[in-house]
């Protein structure tokens, strides 16, 4: 799901406006608008940028054999702790896309593995930084 133009409404006190209830809370839109459409106005929960629980996954040096070894591949099946070539890493519920990255990801639906060969290439070859 594509959220974008996130912001932290803030309230001013020293201009004497009243309290509302989305002082101090994040919002963002949803989807894109045509024309004159209105945009979709999302909360966004406070937890979104949070650290979630710690997951394994393979190496990056693993994610580039695994297409090899099977062509029609587009998902990873599930590793375990203790696995070969897995690691632990700690990952967000939501994250920033750099503009950088944005025709990649917008462009369509990518399957799991059409990412890791599109964006992954980007982020490696250090071409992937916000701009």
């Known amino acids: ?5 996130a912001a932290r409404h803030v309230n001013n006190p020293v201009l004497g406006l009243p309290t509302y209830s989305v002082d101090n809370v994040g919002m963002f839109f949803l989807g894109d608008c045509q024309g004159s459409q209105s945009p979709t106005t999302v909360r966004m929960p406070d937890t979104y940028f949070n650290a979630a629980p710690s997951v394994q996954v393979p190496t990056v040096a693993r994610m580039n054999q695994l297409p090899a070894a099977d062509p029609n591949l587009q998902l990873v099946d599930p590793v375990l702790a203790g696995d070969p070539d897995t ?3 700690t990952v967000r519920r939501l994250m920033w896309v750099p503009n950088s990255l944005f025709l990649q990801v917008l462009n369509g639906v ?3 593995r059409q990412a890791w060969e599109q964006i992954q290439v ?3 070859a250090g071409t992937a930084g916000g701009g």
């Open 1 to 5: 799901v594509g959220f974008h133009g």
């Open 87 to 89: 690691e632990e890493v």
């Open 110 to 112: 990518l399957t799991p």
């Open 122 to 124: 980007l982020i490696a």
